[in-house]
């Protein structure tokens, strides 16, 4: 039986994946099974990888059964949820280290919620665009929907990059490796994420999904991601495990606490935050929660101010009131009647 294009590519990935699977559940134990250390996404696609080839490989044997052809194309997808989620999880560790140390930091918790939001609803419109689909060839809006936002999460991701290498300088040496590889990462992220824009745009010819030549796919995609998967790993193995004070989940870390507060006068700051005493919401719960918490702050000093004016025209009011009163007494007892000048003092 003659092998199809899908099923060598599945095969492939089956031999390089696997070992990587193992070698993933090796760096979580040592790092953590934390959404926020990166590790844990490199695992999931590590897995979908190996779910999608035996999908692929499956379909060889029932090429007339499309739902294993649609659920393949799905997990080709939805891959880029992990391998942007992962890279986000590293920027999110060199970040900490640069943040700690700046008084005003530039990258603030709302890029990456956003990142991960964009990420988010990227993945569903990708899932109900292959469940919608009847032909994995001709793609549904949402899936060019789905990939639009997938591009934009990884702007963001490079665009915090770009932000963060200049203070390199606050990162201990043994983790700036994370710069060094997130940059190896980026380009070979880029030429995936540009295979997914033109099979799900052009879809036809060298990029169609199904039917295509599979060097185009062996060579803008899964040798890509394999290449990324490797990168992380090796990382993983080389860097020491962070304690729950130096790297915790994305919402408890000190620099994410009392971002926007600039009460911390140089050095590290605290890390008893109102943020930080909270149980870690999802995703759109912790977003939300945080453009509300950066709405109060910045109208707290507004509100502040304007209680301070009430106050003070309050005691002025209570002040003038007194001071008529004690001329009152003062001018009955004389048998006068006086009338208050607020700039003649009332002691005579």
Known sequence: MTLSNNTIIGIAELVVYVPALVVSVFVCIRHGFSRSSGWLYTLLLCLVRVVGASLQIASQANPDDTNLIIAAAALESIGLTPLVLATLGMLSRLVDWVNRELERPSITIIHFRTIQLFVLIGTILTAVGSSSSSDPNSPPTTSKVSIVLYTLAFIGTVVILIFSTPHRQLVPSAERIIITAVFLACPLIAV???????TVFIHSGVF??????????LCMASIEEFIVVAIYLFIGMRLVKLSKEEQGEILSRPWKDDQGQGSQSGGRRGGAGRLGRRKPRGLIGGLIGLIMSAITSRNEPE??????HQRNGSGSRQDEHFLVQQQDQY??????????????????
Do not use: C, I
């Open 192 to 198: 995936r994420v540009l295979y997914s824009l033109l």
């Open 208 to 217: 169609r999904r199904y039917g295509a030549p599979f060097e185009v796919h």
């Open 303 to 308: 509100r502040e101010t304007h209680q301070g």
């Open 331 to 348: 001018g009955h007892r004389q048998g006068v009647t006086t009338e208050y000048d607020p700039h003649v003092s009332r002691n005579v």
